[in-house]
């Protein structure tokens, strides 16, 4: 999922899949110069709405 965002950073991707068994989410960020950043990640032992919510609202919280 990608979101176009107006600022320093041009856009912000969420990248979701299974690494040996466990989940991770990561976002990351490209700038204008096509710099590619990492924001945040997370591994997680299951994959459920709870989990997610939990990744995302500390993101809203951090106010990226």
């Known amino acids: 999922m990608s979101v176009d965002y107006k600022g320093a950073v ?3 991707t969420l990248l979701l899949g ?3 068994g466990r989940w991770k989410a990561a976002v990351v960020a ?3 110069n ?3 950043l990492l924001i945040a990640f997370s591994f997680v ?3 459920n709405m709870e989990l997610w919510e939990f990744f995302l609202m500390n993101l809203w919280r951090a106010r990226l």
Do not use: R
Request: without cysteine; aromatic residues 0%; hydrophobic residues 20%.
């Open 10 to 12: 041009s856009k912000l």
């Open 18 to 20: 299974s690494v040996g």
């Open 30 to 32: 490209q700038d204008g």
């Open 34 to 36: 096509k710099n590619v």
């Open 45 to 47: 032992d299951k994959k």
